[in-house]
């Protein structure tokens, strides 16, 4: 009976260490990835800001003499219509995400599930 006992517990602490592993595994992942995209977005709007503000300023200059409020008012929308886009975009990709801990709390429902049947 007493070496029952031992065995079911030793088993239990290989499940949770298990679990602890795999929570820690995504932990690290999450955060490696959160700071990937964190400093790769950050370059990207850098980039695309200086890109549109000296293609602006090259548009202007070009058209100063003729259609410069035309030219203002084009540039305008169509940077309203990327910043629109990007934000969609933006909010489309928090949503896709998989859930926090998606595979800790699987396998916990699974290890939950082995043990309520057995």
């Known amino acids: 009976m007493f070496y029952s006992l031992r065995r079911l517990a030793s088993t239990g602490v290989e499940i949770a260490h298990t679990r602890l ?3 820690s595994n995504e932990l690290e992942e999450e955060r490696a990835r959160l700071g990937s995209i964190l400093i790769t977005g950050a ?17 202007l200059v070009l058209l100063w003499e ?12 169509m940077f309203l219509v990327g910043g629109i886009l990007s934000w969609r975009s933006f909010q489309q990709q928090r949503q896709d995400r998989p859930g926090f801990l998606s595979a800790t709390l699987g396998e916990l429902a699974k290890d939950r599930k082995e043990l309520g049947s057995g």
Do not use: D, N
């Open 21 to 23: 592993e795999i929570l």
């Open 43 to 59: 370059v990207a709007l850098f980039c695309f800001f200086m890109a549109a503000t000296l293609f602006a300023v090259l548009i």
């Open 66 to 77: 003729t259609h410069r409020v035309l030219a203002l008012a084009v540039m305008g929308a």
